[in-house]
């Protein structure tokens, strides 16, 4: 049986690369739900309000929704980000994708989402790569992505030129 996580990503040029590359990396640090994902489980795309880098104007949002298509394995070349490096990773399939700045704002939802039990301190819990969501989350943020998102290829232009990414490069500082 599937399971479902949020995968949180917390700037422009990985949010980028994921998208377009259909997958995604984690950072060495050990974590239980990383080492637990598995294929067919799947990911809620979720942007920090920070990865639009202006905190006090934008908001987090969960952007698209993607089916893990590889166990994670340590990658022949880690992916870096800045100074992160991000060395185990796993292949993704993205069904569905939200125009740039559009998705489903999470703060309105957390009262209603078993993840975050504590509203006052919910974004503490968005401090990793993965969260863990309850099947009836998962449900009710899939079922709020679906009319905000569209086809991956309408919506990822948008995502790369915010990123800087020109013609077929990978934003700079990442490796494949």
């Known amino acids: 049986m599937s399971e479902s996580y949020l995968l949180i990503l917390g700037d ?3 949010i ?4 377009s590359e259909r997958r995604t990396a984690f950072p060495a640090t050990a974590r239980a739900e990383v080492d637990r994902l598995a294929e067919g489980d799947e990911l809620l795309v ?4 920070g990865a ?13 929704r993607a089916v893990v298509t590889s166990p994670v394995t340590v990658l ?17 399939r993205i069904d569905r994708l939200a125009p740039w700045g559009g998705g489903v704002e999470l703060r309105p939802l957390v009262e209603r989402l078993a993840a975050f ?21 998962a449900a009710l943020l899939r079922n709020a992505l679906e009319p905000a998102a569209g086809p991956v ?5 948008a995502y ?17």
């Open 160 to 176: 790369r030129a915010k990123a800087g990414v020109r013609g077929g490069a990978l934003p700079a500082g990442s490796g494949r």
């Open 52 to 64: 639009f880098r202006n905190p006090t104007r934008d908001r987090g949002r969960v952007i698209a």
């Open 46 to 49: 979720y942007a920090t309000r």
């Open 76 to 92: 022949d070349e880690p992916v870096t980000f800045g100074e992160r490096t991000f060395p185990r990773g796993c292949d993704l």
């Open 12 to 14: 422009r040029e990985p």
């Open 117 to 137: 039990p504590d509203a006052r301190s919910w974004s503490v819990r968005l401090r990793r790569p993965l969260l863990h969501l309850p099947e009836d989350d």
């Open 16 to 19: 980028a690369w994921v998208l």
């Open 153 to 157: 290829e309408r919506h990822l232009p």
